[in-house]
């Protein structure tokens, strides 16, 4: 038998090299390099996005903060000293003490403290500290006080037995407990009402062992705290109304940004209350009033001798910061974001 061999099959080449051989180990590492670069830039477009993201949402933030916190601050101060019936009248404060935050006589209805060094006005709603709600050392505050809402009509006045006889029933207006404050065209008078609870158009304000209380309840000017004091026989048609003092200040909001340095907040107290959290992330505020008495010295701190019957304005000056930290090029302020805004506000009762 003839067995023929066939010839072995060889590889064809183009170019002088096999269709079938593999990458070159130089090859591969260029493409490696090629890749490697590739990939690089898009972390770094993504890592680029995401600061910028992080610095857009702190930003936000913190105007955020700044637009609740002067919208709320300035919508107290201009109210700053108004009541029912005429701010030219006589002020009354009944309530036992009375406690600093209800003081309307000897602060005009508004009260700033200066806590800087140099001055160290006594603020003496919050202790200063680092837990949460207190007040930040060297950071100003202020009490507003004013009446609020809408009120009642005294039809039967009955002062030798502590009672009003009012319009309307008292439900879901006011209630044993409130402060309140009643006015005809003589005086106002503030006082805490003692009863009664159940939805009747009375309103009594005997003495008791509510707090504050009622030192008397005789309402008259002046002030007599025997019993039963001095009583005045308001007149019909005298209102009565509630009695807000409110108190901002910067406090430490108990919260850490994402490096755990602490967070301060601004925060709000209602007649001598538990502290509000307003809004985070501020820093400072620092408050300095125009007098219409010494106009010719511009906005000045609160200080000892302020004449606060002759403040006209407040100028407020907030220092916000995000809470997100990394979202600045250096170090200062612990990496976070930093603003600082002003806001002028005129309080409304004394531009009459």
């Not at 009354?92 to 209805?109: F, R, T, Y």
């Not at 430490?252 to 490096?259: E, I, K, L, V």
Request: a neutral charge; hydrophobic letters at 35%; charged letters at 15%.
């Amino acid at each position: 038998m003839n067995i023929k061999h066939r010839p072995a099959r060889r590889s064809t080449f183009t170019g002088g090299k096999s269709l079938h051989s593999g990458l070159s180990l130089v090859e591969l590492m260029i493409g490696m390099t090629l890749g490697l670069f590739i990939i690089g830039g898009v972390i770094s477009v993504f890592v680029t996005n995401q600061q910028a993201a992080r610095t857009t949402e702190s930003l936000s933030r913190i105007q955020e903060s700044s637009r609740i916190a002067f919208e709320l601050l300035a919508r107290d101060l201009r109210e700053a000293g108004s009541n029912a019936c005429s701010t030219s009248n006589r002020i009354v404060n009944v309530l036992n003490g009375p406690p600093a935050w209800s003081n309307w006589g000897a602060q005009s209805g508004i009260l700033g403290y200066n806590t800087d060094a140099a001055f160290n006005t006594a603020f003496p709603a919050q202790a200063t500290g680092t837990t949460t709600a207190r007040h930040i050392t060297n950071t100003d505050a202020i009490t507003v006080m004013s009446s609020v809402g809408t009120g009642l009509i005294i039809d039967q006045p009955s002062p030798a037995a502590a009672t009003f006889h009012v319009n309307k029933s008292t439900d879901g207006i006011v209630a044993a407990g409130d402060i309140l404050m009643v006015c005809d065209y003589e005086i106002t008078t503030i006082f805490q009402m003692t009863g009664p609870n159940a939805p009747n158009p009375t309103v009594v304000h005997n003495t008791g062992a509510e707090i504050p209380g009622n030192c008397t309840k005789g309402l008259g000017f002046p002030r007599d705290c025997s019993n039963p004091g001095n009583p005045h026989d308001f007149a019909p048609n005298a209102q009565i109304v509630r009695f807000q003092s409110a108190t901002w200040y910067i406090g430490a909001s108990g919260r850490n940004d994402t490096r755990g340095n602490p967070i301060n907040s601004l925060f709000r107290m209602v007649n001598g209350g538990a502290p509000e959290e307003i809004a985070e992330g501020i820093d400072d505020m620092q408050i300095t009033f125009l007098s219409a008495g010494n106009a010719a010295a511009g906005y000045v701190d609160a200080a000892a001798g302020t004449n606060w019957a002759d403040v006209v304005a407040a100028r407020v000056t907030l220092t916000l910061s995000g809470i997100e930290t990394g979202t600045r090029t250096d170090n200062t302020n612990n990496s976070r974001l930093d603003r600082t805004t002003t806001q002028t506000v005129t309080l409304r009762t004394r531009t009459q």
